[in-house]
Structures are given as structure tokens and as C-alpha cells.
Nanobody, 125 residues
């Protein structure tokens, strides 16, 4: 079982930047796709970004493309989500998750096996 712990959330003003971290408990972390999802109050959890096990492929939701960057450091069992030019609509709880089974369907929540507890990001206007 993989345990994931997100950190780095907070309250910021629109236009600011934040970098979220997702630390994993297992050395086999390097074998997994890692996805970032977010959930705003009253809304469904939606995909934000994903990164392949080797870091050589990434995928972004259209709403964050060009503003967010996902990257990973397998030596530290950690994945990061750098968020620039934040908007009030980015306000949500952000979750990371791990997926086995290859670089397919990486934006589908049901494909992910293990989830962190989430970290809150609030962007004020």
C-alpha cells in the first residue's frame, strides 16, 4: 500500500504562485503514474495534471495548461505541482494519487489506487 501526503497549500492572492508537494511512503513510487486532482466545495473531484513514472510525459487539464507544471523527484519519492498565475477559480482541495497500469486514462479518477488526504488552496481576488 502506498501512503501519500500532500503539503504546501495555503491562502494566496490572485496572480500568486504556490508549489504543492506529494510525498510517498514507498520506494516503488518510481513505478507509478502520479496524478493531481482538485475538488471545490459542491463540485466533483476533477483532474488537474499527471506525470509518468519517469517524468518524461505529462498531461494537463485545459484549465491549468500553461500555468501549472508537474514534476517529480523519484529519489525523494516526491511529486510537485507548481502553480503560477493562480485564479480564484483554482480554489479547491488538491489531492495526489498513484496509478499502475501504464500511461493511459491518466485523467480518469477511477484509474487511481491510492490517494492522499489533500491540501487546501484558497485564492482570493
Amino acid at each position: 500500500q502506498v501512503q501519500l501526503l500532500e503539503s504546501g497549500g495555503g491562502l494566496v492572492q490572485a496572480g500568486s504562485s504556490l508549489t504543492l508537494s506529494c510525498a510517498a511512503s514507498q520506494q516503488t513510487f518510481y513505478m507509478y503514474v502520479v496524478g493531481w486532482f482538485r475538488q471545490a466545495p459542491g463540485k466533483e473531484r476533477e483532474p488537474v495534471a499527471a506525470i509518468r513514472w519517469d517524468g518524461a510525459a505529462t498531461y494537463y487539464a485545459n484549465s491549468v495548461k500553461g500555468r501549472f507544471t508537474v514534476f517529480r523527484d523519484n529519489a525523494k519519492y516526491t511529486t510537485y505541482l507548481q502553480m503560477n498565475s493562480l485564479k480564484p477559480e483554482d480554489t479547491a482541495a488538491y489531492y495526489c494519487a498513484t496509478k499502475r497500469g501504464g500511461w493511459i486514462n491518466v485523467m480518469q479518477r477511477s484509474e487511481y489506487d491510492y490517494w492522499g488526504q489533500g491540501t487546501q488552496v484558497t485564492v482570493s481576488s
